[in-house]
């Protein structure tokens, strides 16, 4: 009987710990697939200390120049649970020494820590109004800002999630202010590019993803199902609701044209959907990326005119292997690489997840990742390894 009771409370403290944060990976619904050792482990790397001593609470974050100082937003996440408290910023000055060091000397392990981050708070926050999309209670993940000229506004875009829906919405947030500062002011959120095919798809491809339904492939992972989900099952699944967005990125390529990449189809296939002039909204034309090659936590930079794409695998919030695309156009077509990573527990990107390529100054470039601590995410730790590239211009993200 004893033996009965553990065994029931061990499976419901796993399933509801699975209920929560799913992530929405088809593969890896399960925690209980993790060693446990994992979720118990206390962080292994050192902290990154604010000018406070408190670890920064900006994670799945990107960082950004402005005027003297880069502009650190992130995930501010409570030690327990996996909603969201909204986005923080956390800031440091160019000018400082080290901040001249960073952007002139050799690149090091340290950059980030060799900074002082001044936390400047909330900068999105979550609200008390029932039904509003960032009601607390939602999640937030992976804020990017970008400053739009035209509007002369900072506009943040972000992986949606809504109050006690877990993954499902999976939906794209979007918020202005006219201060880098904040306070951000939530716009909308919306699945992006509802009704809309992808811009290379032919009338035959469109007709045979029209084709494919779900019922029809009732198991997951067998040759047909993967067949299916490249062709565009899940896509025209969800053609009239807009597509899923999870995981994301934003890129702005050389003739101001800015890209949203992110998660979609169940997680399964990434798309790049071309942003709107005022980054508010979509214009239609998108693409495809690696179909039914299940990658998330995208991260870009272009270099010699090539785009590469460092991605990781979908499961959850436990590290894995990471995965590298380059191409000539964002449009694709992809070419797939070996992970990038070197050095000790490189298969595992270091026990990080990507979230951000931070380019202190040109032609310098950083891996920006969080080593996921499921069990208190705010302590999540902070990876920024420098990457140098081969002779042929290959990226190598090494980590000494
Ligand atoms: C992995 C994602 O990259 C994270 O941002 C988060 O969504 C977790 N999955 C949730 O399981």
């Known amino acids: 009987m004893k033996h009965y009771l553990l065994s029931a409370l061990l499976f419901f403290t ?42 920064v609470n900006a994670h799945g974050g990107c960082i950004i120049a402005y005027g003297d100082e880069w502009l650190w937003y992130g995930e501010a996440r409570p030690a327990r649970g996996f909603t969201s408290e909204g986005v923080g910023l956390y800031v ?22 060799s900074l002082e981050w001044e936390n400047k708070g909330i900068v999105l926050a979550v609200v008390d109004s029932a039904g509003s999309p960032i009601e607390r209670g939602c999640i937030i993940e992976r804020p990017k800002v970008l400053w739009n000229e035209r509007t002369q506004q900072f506009v943040m875009i ?10 499902e919405a999976a939906q794209t947030g979007f918020a202005t202010s006219s201060s880098p500062y904040g306070p951000f002011q939530f716009h909308h959120a919306q699945r992006p590019n509802a009704n809309i095919w992808p811009a290379d798809f032919k009338k ?56 949203h990449i992110y998660s979609s189809e169940e997680n399964m296939t990434l798309q790049a959907a071309e942003l709107t002039p005022d980054y508010l909204g979509y214009t239609g034309r998108y693409y495809r990326i690696a179909a039914a090659g299940q ?3 995208p991260c ?3 270099r010699d005119g090539r785009y590469w794409l460092i991605c990781s695998g979908c ?20 070419t797939q690489h070996p992970s990038p990573m070197r050095g000790e527990n490189a298969e595992k990107t270091f026990g990080g997840q990507g979230t951000w390529i931070w380019q202190p100054s040109p032609g310098k470039y950083f891996f920006m990742a969080d080593v996921w601590n499921p069990r208190n995410l705010l302590t999540s730790r902070h990876l920024c390894i420098p990457i140098t590239f081969d002779a042929d211009g290959t990226p190598i993200v090494e980590r000494k």
Do not use: C
């Open 295 to 297: 990658n998330e936590a």
């Open 14 to 55: 796993v399933a509801s710990l699975s209920a929560q944060d799913g992530g929405g990976n088809r593969r890896q619904r399960r925690p209980s697939l993790r060693p446990r050792n994992y979720l118990q482990r206390p962080p292994s790397d050192p902290a990154t200390a604010d000018t406070e001593g408190n670890h």
């Open 158 to 167: 972000f992986h949606s999630e809504l109050k006690g829906r877990g993954y």
């Open 204 to 259: 035959k491809d469109v007709r045979k993803a029209q084709s494919l339904k779900e019922s029809d492939f009732p198991k997951s992972w067998t040759p047909e199902w993967i067949e299916a989900v490249a062709r565009g099952m899940y896509l025209k699944r969800d053609l009239e609701a807009g597509q899923m967005s999870r995981d994301m990125t934003l890129f702005v390529d050389d003739d101001g044209t800015a890209w």
């Open 315 to 334: 499961t959850g919030w436990t590290p894995n292997e990471a995965r590298m695309f380059s191409a000539e156009h964002i449009e694709g077509p992809w």
């Open 92 to 113: 440091a000055r160019r000018s400082s020494e080290q901040g001249k060091s960073l952007e002139q000397g050799p690149q090091t392990q340290h950059a980030l820590d």
């Open 300 to 302: 870009i930079l272009k």
